[in-house]
């Protein structure tokens, strides 16, 4: 299944380093959507875009940046991250808001 | 506020066995999804379901929307090695916001 792709799979960086998590739908979705993954803890929701535009920032830190430059594309942009921030970043895509979503593979993050 | 509660957390099964698990809230919901997530993977849907008392089956999989509209049950029947993951229950309740559980880990034994 390909219809979410998310790059790259694996993620080590420094707390002072800055990098970038890439989603991309083939799906004609119109809402995406990004969720951390933390061990023994439910998914939580970070961010909701709706044709492009956030709808929804669920009190993410602002070292997390999130960007949607159209609706096949999510980008997640990262700067001076904690250990703690270190999880599985999940992106779906539903049709329209708060469909049924559909996940990608994830990004697996660690931070030094 | 809202929360899911699933369980088992973790259930270790002989292949060939049948596995029912089940998640709860604590409010009304609209639909239940059931996904099922491989090591390193993402979640994967296995059946959605959007009506109270829905049955609805794929594979050798089952789940039912409850009549209460508060829980949502999957069964497994037959299981078989690569039935082995984590399987995660969402539910979106009446303001159109998605709730996950925390997952029910299951492991199948040859």
């Known amino acids: 299944e390909t219809g979410v792709t998310q790059t790259p799979r694996h993620l080590v960086m420094g707390m002072t380093n800055k990098k970038s998590l890439k989603c991309e739908q083939h799906?004609?979705?119109?809402?995406m959507y990004w969720y951390k993954q933390s061990a023994k803890k439910p998914l939580e929701l970070m961010f909701v875009?709706?044709?492009?535009?956030?709808?929804e920032n669920n009190s993410v830190p602002s070292r997390f940046s999130p960007e949607c430059p159209n609706s096949s594309h999510l980008f997640l942009h990262l700067h001076t991250l904690q250990p703690e921030d270190s999880a599985l970043y999940l992106c779906?895509?539903?049709?329209?808001?708060?469909?049924?979503?559909?996940f990608g593979p994830g990004t697996r993050l660690l931070v030094l | 506020g809202q929360q899911l509660n699933q369980s088992p957390q973790s259930m270790f099964i002989q292949e060939g066995e049948d596995v029912s698990m089940n998640c709860t809230s604590s409010s009304i919901f609209n639909t239940w999804l059931w996904y099922k997530q491989d090591p390193g993977e993402g979640p994967v849907l296995l059946i959605a379901l959007y009506k109270a008392g829905e049955l609805t089956s794929n594979g050798r999989l089952t789940a039912q929307f409850g009549i209460t509209r508060k829980d949502s049950f999957l069964n497994i029947s037959a299981s078989i090695p690569s039935d082995v993951g984590i399987y995660f229950c969402a539910g979106q309740n009446t303001g159109n916001q998605f709730y996950f559980g925390t997952g029910t880990s299951l492991t199948v034994i040859p």
């Open positions: 779906a895509s539903s049709q329209d808001n708060w469909e049924t979503q559909y």
């Open positions: 799906l004609g979705h119109n809402a």
């Open positions: 875009y709706s044709l492009e535009e956030r709808v």
